[in-house]
C-alpha cells in the first residue's frame, strides 16, 4: 500500500479556454502545476517529473521552491526515486529529469511514437505561440534516456508495479494515462491533464487542449463507471487539491 503526496510547483491563473473546452468566458482560472510521489516503506516512485525551475522560468515564474525542496519535505532524496510514470510528455510533466538520476522512466509507447515521428515536421503544433515559440515537449531527452536503457514504454492499461496500475485514456494526447494506485484507504486515481479540473468531471466538460473529443466523452464515461469517491479521483492541476487533504506544508499535501 502507498502513501500519496501531491506537490506543487507553482500555482497561475490561465484564460478557461485552456482549462475548459470551447470555452468562451472571459473568467480566468487557476491552475496549479502538481507532481506527486509515492512511498511504500523505501521505495518511491514519481507521477510526472514536475516542472523544473528552468521551464518555470520560461513561464516568467520565478522565486517558486525547486523539485528537490519540495520532495526534502516528505523526506525524499531525488536520488532514491526509482521510478518515474510519466502521464504524458507536456513540459509541465516531464522536464529536466536529470535530477532523477537513477530513475526508469515509464510511458505510453503511443505517446513517444507521436512526439518522435510525423508531429515534427509541424512545428506550429510543436512549438505554438501559446508556448511562446518554445517545444511543448522535450524529445531529444527522451531519446537519450531510451539509448540508455531506462525508458520501459507501456502498450494500454498494464500493471507496472504491484498497487499501480497504468490506464491509457488518449484524448489530451495520443498517449496520455492515468494512474490507478492501492493506497491504505483504497484505490486512487490520477487522471493528470485528461481531468485537470474538478469541473471537468463534475459538468462533463472536456479539457480546452485535445487531440480527440471522442477519447475523452469515452473515457469520461470508464472513470464514472468506477464509482469512485471524489477525494480519490485526483485532477492534474486543480489547486482545490491543497484544501482538500492534509498539509504537510504550504506546497505539499498528503493524498493517502
Known amino acids: 500500500m502507498f502513501e500519496m503526496y501531491a506537490l506543487l510547483g507553482c500555482e497561475i491563473v490561465e484564460d ?7 470555452s468562451n468566458s472571459p473568467e480566468k482560472v487557476k491552475k496549479g ?3 506527486f ?9 514519481l507521477l510526472d517529473t514536475g516542472i523544473s525551475p528552468s521551464e518555470l522560468e520560461i513561464r516568467g515564474i520565478k522565486g517558486r521552491p ?49 512526439w518522435n515521428e510525423e508531429i515534427q515536421r509541424f512545428k506550429a503544433i510543436l512549438c505554438p505561440q501559446v508556448a511562446g515559440g518554445q517545444p511543448v515537449v522535450d524529445i531529444e531527452t527522451l531519446r537519450k534516456l531510451n539509448s540508455d536503457n531506462r525508458v520501459r514504454f507501456l502498450d494500454g492499461d498494464c500493471d507496472i508495479y504491484p498497487g499501480i496500475r497504468g490506464l491509457w485514456f488518449g484524448a489530451h494526447s495520443p498517449g ?8 491504505k484507504r483504497g484505490q486512487v486515481l490520477y487522471c493528470a491533464d485528461f481531468i485537470g479540473n474538478y469541473r471537468n468531471l463534475e459538468e462533463q466538460i472536456p479539457v480546452g487542449v485535445l ?22 479521483i485526483i485532477p492534474g492541476h486543480d489547486p482545490e487539491i491543497l484544501n482538500m487533504f492534509p498539509k504537510i506544508s ?7
Open 250 to 256: 504550504n506546497d505539499v499535501v498528503r493524498i493517502a
Open 66 to 114: 525547486a523539485r528537490e525542496d519540495l520532495l526534502r519535505v516528505i523526506g525524499v532524496n531525488p536520488k532514491d526515486v526509482e521510478a518515474v510514470i510519466i502521464s504524458h510528455l507536456h513540459k509541465d510533466h516531464f522536464t529536466n529529469p536529470e535530477i532523477y538520476p537513477n530513475a526508469i522512466f515509464y510511458l505510453q509507447r503511443s505517446e513517444y511514437q507521436f
Open 33 to 35: 502545476y502538481f507532481f
Open 211 to 232: 487531440t480527440n473529443l471522442v477519447e475523452w466523452i469515452k473515457g469520461i464515461g470508464r472513470i464514472e463507471q468506477m464509482r469512485l469517491p471524489r477525494e480519490s
Open 37 to 45: 510521489c509515492l512511498k511504500n516503506g523505501n521505495q518511491v516512485i
Open 176 to 183: 496520455s494515462q492515468c494512474v490507478g494506485v492501492q493506497t
Open 16 to 22: 478557461s479556454s485552456i482549462a475548459f473546452f470551447q
